[in-house]
């Protein structure tokens, strides 16, 4: 091993979980301002990743009320004491306002509470105002304590030992107002309390052609009105950041008639209870009401949603979202020294990252001033990337400009629908359908996927034909599994009837399948040669080149609420555990994120190959040895166990030199150990293994402690927890099933828990689609839809031919922006036998769900261990969602 491989070791080395200590260190986690769905998961994170690491965790009651009271407000957290909290809304620890903590007499005492309990490190989960009277804090921290010190209620050496406080916040606000994050807890859940009225009041509005006015939760950000209009295809709405142009009134009235004289039964109008106008004044739902009787004389009726926006229970998205964020953050305090400024642990596409805290109040405060002072443009643009695609897009699919204003492109695009139905499949056409023709194309729907295609069963399709179509699942287009290898003869020839000129496909695996075929045969087929796009939309999210595809956050959601029935179903029963399986072909993204939000005890997948020892002794910890370069009888040891070789090992013997012989899948591994168990110190050298190989060559793999499964769920039964749940992914092994895995938990259980199972099957691909598959379908296709326009307007004429690898691409979303990525390079990036990309970025989460259910694992922690510095993207850049 040359310096540069230990070099890299050693970075690796310093970068893993488990060699961040919180032995002596403790962490406080307070909830403050609003609360948010979501909250008690961050809670539940924070607790158990701090207990997981050695650092004691203290629950702050009611805010920073309890920690200027203290007293019984502050207690010490157990495992046991953020159980089943998972699905629960609101804050378990409470939350209120606190005038005194605004004082430094109020501030002075919360300090004293802290020192008190050598609380030096403060997780606060809250909004704007929140955060920064938690910096305030954090600033004042050494003046508080020498004035306590001063005082006489405290000693020079606890000013000492306690000389700096740690803050790391979290953002709880499901009005999604603070700068820096793409979604703040609470944010999705509150979308789903919203989606599920509108959802309900279109069915009552149709029948009565009435006119809803809906007023939703947002006195200073119009996220969630302009998101639920986005997601149900609205036929208004109104912003604080983006007040309607002079005249609104009429213009509103107008397209409200045009939509009624489209045959529409109904109209819908969202208003943020902050809306303004131009010159600052409120717009109110009542106002608008009588605007549209009086104008127009409509049935109009007003909902306002008010406080159920809050409650109810978690969705998937912001369970896994503060599970995440709650893990970052006590990694964040861990890392944390003297001089590092408070930060807020946010997220960015796909990507959990720290911020600097006062930037982002500061950027969050600075778009309530851009309002105030009336600069619109700029208060949207502060917003952020998320903020402003989603007003955007929402302009462009609203508002239908007169035939004769559009300027024709005298080009012809088809759209279809491949593979096994998605929740959001047809927000994603009706986007399309509407872009298209804002662009002066003549859109085509293609009926029953490339079987139709061969077939002719293709119609032109207007903006009127997709209307209301955001909200309902499955697929009107109709979609099919069968590919185009047999029939593109027949393609081609129905392409050169229609004179399509580009292609735009909604599907999933089969239509990544399909889009390689169209494209080898682009040298025998001219009329292929056009530019072709591909929008991943699949419940199993296995379609390379993007991080998510429509319809697997539904499917998820559907997953995660069928859990909490099922464990529900147990409460006050006996001792229980359930065995679920999901769907998602050899991908397990549904089993493994089911898990992470529904709070499981162990997924099953494809992907993390198991056997049975695996299932009897679940891994507690995986020690990875490294790849040598050379055979060697003697290979470089990893680094010190501290007491945790595997126990056959470490049970050997209690003298330093105890060996173990481990059957592994290339040979036999010996493991030398250096921990002695009658040792008061950590050993002076590390531990060593030597294999003897079978192959005769060294071959990467990792060694297992061997907690047994059923030894761990015995060990849960014994405290007041009484219900575990397994989920296992359909493909994950051919011969360890569903049946087995069920039977062999009831035997080995057997006097202390029993089992009970449920096949999950075909209910995760139905379904009215989540806010998110309608939001994410809806913007991602409109980006599909100007990248097709975009390439037909650099080759004018009809004669041009696409032959490049860049004309037929796969648009997802990858880590934090929106890319378009060939098919060619995609192939290299395919393990086509199991239907699955190569690198899954969800497996980085896997550990969270063992840490969380209190295995120990290895987990990677390198990728947000620096602050990034806050900046404006610029307008090119694709956002990502």
Same mark, same amino acid.
């Given at each position: 091993?040359?310096?540069?491989?230990?070099?890299?070791?050693?970075?690796?080395?310093?970068?893993?979980?488990?060699?961040?200590?919180?032995?002596?260190?403790?962490? +406080?986690?307070?909830?403050?301002?609003?609360?948010?769905?979501?909250?008690?998961?961050?809670?539940? &994170?924070?607790?158990?990743?701090?207990?997981?690491?050695?650092?004691?965790?203290?629950?702050?009651?009611?805010?920073?009320?309890?920690?200027?009271?203290?007293?019984?407000?502050?207690?010490?957290?157990?495992?046991?004491?953020?159980?089943?909290?998972?699905?629960?809304?609101?804050?378990?620890?409470? %939350?209120?306002?606190?005038?005194?903590?605004?004082?430094?007499?109020?501030?002075?005492?919360?300090?004293?509470?802290?020192?008190?309990?050598?609380?030096?490190?403060?997780?606060?989960?809250?909004?704007?105002?929140?955060?920064? +009277?938690?910096?305030?804090?954090?600033?004042?921290?050494?003046?508080?304590?020498?004035?306590?010190?001063?005082?006489?209620?405290?000693?020079?050496?606890?000013?000492?030992?306690?000389?700096?406080?740690?803050?790391?916040?979290?953002?709880?606000?499901?009005?999604?107002?603070?700068?820096?994050?793409?979604?703040?807890?609470?944010?999705?859940?509150?979308?789903?309390?919203?989606?599920?009225?509108?959802?309900?009041?279109?069915?009552?509005?149709?029948?009565?052609?009435?006119?809803?006015?809906?007023?939703?939760?947002?006195?200073?950000? +119009?996220?969630?009105?302009?998101?639920?209009?986005?997601?149900?295809?609205?036929?208004?709405?109104?912003?604080?950041?983006?007040?309607?142009?002079?005249?609104?009134?009429?213009?509103?009235?107008?397209?409200?008639?045009?939509?009624?004289?489209?045959?529409?039964?109904?109209?819908?109008?969202?208003?943020?209870?902050? &809306?303004?106008?131009?010159?600052?004044?409120?717009?109110?739902?009542?106002?608008?009401?009588? =605007?549209?009787?009086?104008?127009?004389?409509? *049935?109009?009726?007003?909902?306002?949603?008010?406080?159920?926006?809050?409650?109810?229970?978690?969705?998937?998205?912001?369970?896994?979202?503060?599970?995440?964020?709650?893990?970052?953050?006590?990694?964040?305090?861990?890392?944390?020294?003297?001089?590092?400024?408070?930060?807020?642990?946010?997220?960015?596409?796909?990507?959990?990252?720290?911020?600097?805290?006062?930037?982002?109040?500061?950027?969050?405060?600075?778009?309530?001033?851009?309002?105030?002072?009336?600069?619109?443009?700029?208060?949207?643009?502060?917003?952020?990337?998320?903020?402003?695609?989603?007003?955007?897009?929402?302009?462009?699919?609203?508002?239908?400009?007169?035939?004769?204003?559009?300027?024709?492109?005298?080009?012809?695009?088809?759209?279809?629908?491949?593979?096994?139905?998605?929740?959001?499949?047809?927000?994603?056409?009706?986007?399309?359908?509407?872009?298209?023709?804002?662009?002066?194309?003549?859109?085509?729907?293609?009926?029953?996927?490339?079987?139709?295609?061969?077939?002719?069963?293709?119609?032109?399709?207007?903006?009127?034909?997709?209307?209301?179509?955001?909200?309902?699942?499955?697929?009107?287009?109709?979609?099919?599994?069968?590919?185009?290898?047999?029939?593109?003869?027949?393609?081609?020839?129905?392409?050169?009837?229609?004179?399509?000129?580009?292609?735009?496909?909604?599907?999933?695996?089969?239509?990544?399948?399909?889009?390689?075929? =169209?494209?080898?045969?682009? *040298?025998?087929?001219?009329?292929?040669?056009?530019?072709?796009?591909?929008?991943?939309?699949?419940?199993?999210?296995?379609?390379?080149?993007?991080?998510?595809?429509?319809?697997?956050?539904?499917?998820?959601?559907?997953?995660?609420?069928?859990?909490?029935?099922?464990?529900?179903?147990?409460?006050?029963?006996?001792?229980?555990?359930?065995?679920?399986?999901?769907?998602?072909?050899?991908?397990?993204?549904?089993?493994?994120?089911?898990?992470?939000?529904?709070?499981?005890?162990?997924?099953?997948?494809?992907?993390?190959?198991?056997?049975?020892?695996?299932?009897?002794?679940?891994?507690?910890?995986?020690?990875?040895?490294?790849?040598?370069?050379?055979?060697?009888?003697?290979?470089?040891?990893?680094?010190?166990?501290?007491?945790?070789?595997?126990?056959?090992?470490?049970?050997?013997?209690?003298?330093?030199?105890?060996?173990?012989?481990?059957?592994?899948?290339? +040979?036999?591994?010996?493991?030398?150990?250096?921990?002695?168990?009658? &040792?008061?110190? &950590?050993?002076?050298?590390?531990?060593?293994?030597?294999?003897?190989?079978?192959?005769?060559?060294?071959?990467?793999?990792?060694?297992?402690?061997?907690?047994?499964?059923?030894?761990?769920?015995?060990?849960?039964?014994?405290?007041?927890?009484?219900?575990? =749940?397994?989920?296992?992914?359909?493909?994950?092994?051919?011969?360890?099933?569903?049946?087995?895995?069920?039977?062999?938990?009831?035997?080995?259980?057997?006097?202390?828990?029993?089992?009970?199972?449920?096949?999950?099957?075909?209910?995760?691909?139905?379904?009215?689609?989540?806010?998110?598959?309608?939001?994410?379908?809806?913007?991602?296709?409109?980006?599909?839809?100007?990248?097709?326009?975009?390439?037909?307007?650099?080759?004018?004429?009809?004669?041009?031919?696409?032959? %490049?690898? *860049?004309?037929?691409?796969?648009?997802?979303?990858?880590?934090?922006?929106?890319?378009?990525?060939?098919?060619?390079?995609?192939?290299?990036?395919?393990?086509?036998?199991?239907?699955?990309?190569?690198?899954?970025?969800?497996?980085?989460?896997?550990?969270?769900?063992?840490?969380?259910?209190?295995?120990?694992?290895?987990?990677?922690?390198?990728?947000?261990?620096?602050?990034?510095?806050?900046?404006?993207?610029?307008?090119?850049?694709?956002?990502?969602?």
């Amino acid at each position: 091993m040359d310096d540069e491989d230990v070099a890299n070791r050693k970075v690796s080395f310093r970068k893993c979980l488990e060699h961040l200590s919180g032995a002596g260190k403790a962490i +406080g986690v307070l909830t403050s301002g609003g609360d948010a769905q979501g909250m008690n998961a961050a809670v539940r &994170a924070v607790v158990r990743m701090g207990i997981y690491v050695g650092a004691k965790v203290y629950f702050i009651y009611e805010g920073y009320q309890g920690m200027v009271d203290g007293g019984r407000n502050i207690v010490e957290a157990s495992w046991e004491s953020v159980s089943s909290i998972l699905q629960v809304g609101g804050t378990i620890i409470g %939350s209120a306002r606190c005038k005194a903590f605004r004082t430094r007499e109020g501030r002075l005492r919360a300090a004293h509470n802290l020192v008190q309990r050598g609380i030096t490190n403060l997780c606060v989960i809250g909004g704007d105002g929140s955060l920064t +009277g938690a910096n305030i804090f954090r600033k004042e921290w050494s003046g508080l304590l020498e004035e306590l010190a001063q005082n006489g209620e405290i000693d020079k050496e606890q000013v000492q030992k306690h000389s700096y406080l740690n803050v790391v916040g979290m953002v709880g606000s499901i009005d999604n107002d603070f700068c820096g994050t793409d979604m703040t807890i609470g944010t999705d859940s509150a979308l789903h309390r919203i989606i599920e009225v509108v959802d309900a009041i279109m069915t009552t509005a149709q029948s009565h052609q009435r006119t809803f006015v809906l007023e939703v939760m947002g006195r200073h950000c +119009g996220y969630l009105a302009l998101v639920s209009a986005l997601a149900c295809g609205a036929d208004w709405v109104f912003l604080p950041e983006s007040p309607p142009e002079e005249g609104w009134q009429e213009n509103m009235c107008i397209k409200l008639s045009e939509n009624r004289a489209r045959k529409k039964r109904l109209n819908i109008i969202i208003v943020a209870e902050g &809306a303004i106008d131009t010159q600052n004044k409120p717009i109110t739902s009542e106002q608008i009401k009588e =605007l549209v009787v009086k104008q127009l004389g409509y *049935d109009t009726r007003v909902t306002i949603l008010g406080h159920v926006q809050r409650g109810g229970t978690p969705s998937a998205f912001d369970r896994i979202l503060a599970s995440r964020m709650g893990v970052e953050a006590v990694v964040a305090l861990l890392q944390a020294t003297p001089e590092t400024p408070a930060c807020v642990v946010s997220l960015s596409g796909n990507q959990a990252v720290r911020l600097p805290l006062v930037e982002c109040v500061q950027m969050t405060q600075d778009v309530q001033r851009a309002m105030d002072e009336r600069r619109f443009k700029d208060a949207v643009r502060l917003r952020g990337r998320s903020f402003e695609s989603n007003l955007n897009t929402y302009k462009r699919l609203a508002i239908k400009l007169p035939d004769d204003q559009i300027v024709k492109s005298n080009c012809n695009v088809a759209i279809i629908n491949v593979g096994a139905p998605a929740a959001g499949m047809n927000a994603a056409v009706r986007s399309a359908v509407r872009v298209g023709i804002a662009d002066g194309h003549k859109m085509l729907a293609i009926y029953d996927g490339f079987e139709g295609f061969a077939k002719g069963q293709i119609k032109e399709i207007g903006w009127g034909d997709v209307g209301g179509w955001t909200g309902q699942g499955g697929s009107i287009l109709g979609t099919k599994r069968t590919l185009p290898g047999k029939s593109l003869e027949d393609i081609a020839a129905q392409m050169r009837k229609h004179s399509i000129n580009a292609l735009l496909i909604v599907g999933g695996f089969e239509a990544y399948l399909g889009l390689l075929e =169209l494209s080898a045969a682009r *040298d025998k087929y001219e009329e292929l040669c056009v530019p072709m796009v591909m929008v991943p939309a699949t419940v199993s999210n296995n379609v390379p080149g993007s991080d998510f595809s429509i319809g697997a956050d539904t499917a998820l959601n559907t997953i995660t609420d069928t859990c909490d029935r099922i464990k529900q179903s147990a409460s006050g029963t006996k001792r229980r555990v359930f065995i679920i399986e999901t769907m998602g072909g050899y991908c397990g993204y549904l089993a493994n994120m089911g898990g992470l939000a529904a709070g499981a005890d162990a997924a099953y997948i494809f992907e993390e190959p198991f056997d049975i020892r695996d299932l009897q002794f679940q891994g507690e910890d995986r020690v990875p040895l490294h790849t040598w370069p050379t055979p060697s009888n003697t290979p470089p040891g990893w680094d010190r166990c501290q007491n945790r070789c595997p126990p056959p090992h470490a049970d050997a013997s209690s003298a330093p030199g105890a060996t173990a012989d481990i059957s592994v899948p290339f +040979g036999i591994l010996r493991l030398t150990c250096a921990f002695s168990k009658s &040792a008061k110190k &950590a050993p002076s050298r590390p531990c060593s293994a030597s294999a003897y190989l079978r192959s005769g060559t060294w071959t990467r793999t990792t060694v297992r402690t061997t907690e047994s499964n059923v030894e761990h769920l015995t060990e849960k039964m014994k405290t007041t927890i009484q219900r575990g =749940l397994v989920l296992r992914n359909e493909s994950c092994n051919e011969n360890y099933t569903t049946d087995f895995i069920y039977q062999l938990y009831s035997e080995e259980g057997k006097g202390v828990f029993d089992c009970r199972k449920n096949v999950l099957g075909h209910m995760q691909q139905g379904g009215a689609p989540s806010p998110f598959d309608r939001n994410f379908g809806t913007k991602i296709s409109a980006r599909a839809m100007q990248w097709i326009s975009t390439k037909l307007k650099e080759a004018p004429g009809k004669g041009k031919r696409f032959m %490049s690898d *860049d004309s037929i691409c796969v648009l997802g979303i990858s880590k934090r922006n929106l890319l378009f990525q060939p098919v060619a390079q995609l192939r290299q990036e395919t393990d086509f036998e199991h239907r699955i990309p190569k690198e899954q970025w969800w497996l980085k989460l896997r550990p969270l769900m063992k840490i969380l259910a209190k295995y120990k694992v290895s987990y990677e922690v390198s990728d947000s261990d620096q602050l990034e510095p806050m900046h404006h993207r610029g307008h090119e850049e694709p956002a990502a969602i």
